[in-house]
């Protein structure tokens, strides 16, 4: 059985590596018994698409200015 603090450190991990098949059926289990995990692992997923999109955003406006100064 997971505690909270393994199953948040795994719920990051997964945004940066395959898990093995261990920690995702761990996981799974964690997050069916506990809602706070499972809202960790919904805000997290949602900041790094956030981030995403930011920086997505933020290069494409780097790039207009690149043109713009030539």
């Known amino acids: 059985m997971l505690t909270c603090r393994k199953a948040t450190e795994i719920c990051s991990a997964e945004l940066d590596r395959p ?3 261990r920690e995702r059926l761990a ?3 964690h997050l069916t ?3 706070g995990c499972s809202n960790f692992r919904v805000h997290v997923n949602l900041m790094r698409r956030a981030m995403n999109t ?3 955003d933020h290069s494409k ?3 207009r200015s690149d ?3 030539l």
Do not use: G, P, Q
């Open 27 to 29: 996981l799974k289990v």
């Open 33 to 35: 018994m506990c809602s």
């Open 67 to 69: 043109r713009d100064r």
């Open 54 to 56: 930011f920086t997505e």
């Open 61 to 63: 406006t780097d790039r």
């Open 19 to 21: 898990l093995i098949w």
